[in-house]
Every structure is written in C-alpha cells, then in structure tokens.
C-alpha cells in the first residue's frame, strides 16, 4: 500500500509541473493580441476586398482579451486537474513506470514496436552486344532479353522492386493487395539521331524520336505531354536523364473524369530513364496508370533512379 501511494504521489508531481509549464509557455498572451490592431485604411482595403468592414482594436478589446486570456488559464488547469484526479481515482486509468517498460521493451531490454523498413531487390538483366545486326533489344517486365548464342560483351542492367511487391506489381502493405504498375520495360538501341548528343537534344528532337519509343506498342506517348526533365549521375559517371511523360485521353469524351472545362485529367504516367554507354542507348520505361500513380509514385520513382548500368 505504501509503495502505490508512493506512485500517486510521484504522479500529482508530475501533472503539476506538466500544468506549471503549459502556463509558462502559454500561447495566451496579451502582446499577441496587442499586435493585430487594424489602422482605418486597412479596414477600407478589407471592406473592398471581402465585402465586409473591419474594425481597429480598442483598449477595451485588449482589456476584454487579457480577461480572456486570465479566465482560459484558469479553466485549462481546472480541466487538468480534473483530469489528473480522475487518473487518481482510477488505478485502471495510470499506468506505472512499469507497466509502460513492460508494454514498450522485452526483458533483454530490446524494444517491442517493430518497424518495418522498406525493402528493394535487385532485377538484373544481360544484354548482348548489337553486334549481331539487331539495332533493338528489350526485356519486358523482368524477362531475358533475346541472345544469339555466346555474344562478344555483355552490359549488366539492374534495377531494384519493392519487396512489398508480389509478382504482377501487385503491392501487398497492409493486404491490400492492390496492382500498382502496368509493364516495366528495359531497352537497349544503337539509333542515336544525334550522336552522344542525341539525350541533350531530347526535348528538341521529341522525347518518343530522341528515345526510339515503339509507337506501334504505345500510341499515346507521341501525344503526351513533358511534365519535367532531369539528369542524374550514377555509378561510374554514368550520365542519365530522367523524363516523366503524362498521357490525356484523346477526347474528353473517352475521359471518366471529364469537368467539362475544355480538358482533362491525365489518365496514364509514363516514366523514363536513358542513358548512352559505348554508343548504344539504354532506356528504363515504366508505365502506370492515374490510380496506381497515386497509390505508388514515391516507390514508382524510387525504381527509376535505381537504373543501372554496367
């Protein structure tokens, strides 16, 4: 009994200071209020603006406020009080020291609240040299691009998924279980308008030209809007720009989301990373819809800077 008595003292103790320190930082405070006087023109400029009239603060206002001010201090400790008793009163509403070590870490000292920190695994992919006469070679969603046997050189391609995500991009945090990418393709082509310029003048040349996109699989990109553009440099100096395409339906007409303004939403996202090591052009293109953008464009983003080349 007298060690539980013991504890309810330490814990007044405790709220009494909690409640002494709210006071001194008390955000109720006669200067604050003293500041927002309004000048005349002031209340003309508002007047005009909003329709309505201000008012200049008076000194009754500042002395009604620092009554205000007294009277909330008074029924916030009031309240705390209240609330402090009523823990009191109730064991079953306190919890000790304790019995909050217990909830919060093992016996061996080591906490019980387990984070769990998101984790990525490494796709790699080999691309054989386009020696052979192909000017085009792709890996769709992780398969092996096609080889003619044992080639000369071999570039690594890695980039990294989510561990959340099951096959199919299907993310499964909290079991929802929900599909957040269409189609992830890596491609590699030896047509470069423009030399090793050709990335440079991307956005000059049009993003589907600069980048030898396979219009005959994805239509749309040729119409679809830059929304930014960047370079970033990886592994071995390695030079990659980063484009992020967004895709509007044709007509309003074919669009759910249709506000009747003359456009639409966008309904599809298409992001691209490139980068032209030894002549030849390499090229990360991820697809998703508006849906699956808005559930998973942080982790989107996060595999597209995970390209790689080696």
Request: glycine letters at 6%; charged letters at 25%.
């Amino acid at each position: 009994p007298m060690e539980r008595e013991r504890k309810k003292t330490k814990l007044m103790l405790r709220v009494y200071l909690m409640a002494l320190a709210v006071l001194e930082t008390s955000s109720f405070s006669t200067n604050r209020i003293t500041s927002l006087s309004f000048t005349s023109t002031h209340a003309a400029r508002t007047e005009r603006n909003y329709g309505y009239r201000g008012r200049s603060i008076s000194a009754h206002d500042t002395d009604e406020a620092e009554e205000s001010e007294q009277h909330s201090r008074r029924k916030f400790v009031t309240n705390f009080a209240g609330i402090a008793a009523a823990t009191l009163l109730h064991p079953s509403m306190a919890r000790s020291d304790e019995d909050l070590s217990a909830t919060l870490y093992n016996e061996d000292g080591t906490s019980k609240i387990i984070v769990e920190e998101a984790g990525f695994r490494p796709i790699t992919l080999q691309f054989p040299s386009l020696s052979s006469g192909n000017d085009r070679l792709e890996s769709v969603d992780g398969s092996a691009p096609p080889s003619e046997g044992d080639e000369p050189s071999m570039k690594l391609i890695t980039y990294d998924l989510p561990t959340k995500w099951k096959d199919g991009y299907i993310d499964t945090t909290n079991n929802a279980n929900i599909k957040v990418c269409d189609k992830i393709t890596v491609y590699r082509t030896s047509k470069l308008l423009k030399g090793l310029k050709t990335l440079d003048k991307a956005t000059n040349i049009g993003i589907d030209k600069a980048l030898s996109i396979d219009l005959g699989k994805y239509p749309a990109i040729e119409k679809a809007d830059l929304v930014s553009g960047k370079k970033r440099t990886g592994e071995g100096n390695t030079v990659f720009y980063e484009f992020d395409l967004a895709v509007a339906p044709a007509t309003c007409k074919e669009s759910g989301d249709n506000l009747g303004m003359g456009f639409c939403p966008y309904t599809n996202i298409v992001l691209l990373s490139a980068a032209i090591v030894d002549n030849e052009m390499y090229v990360l293109q991820l697809e998703c819809d508006k849906n699956e953008w808005k559930e998973a464009n942080v982790d989107l983003k996060r595999i597209r800077s995970s390209f790689a080349i080696s």
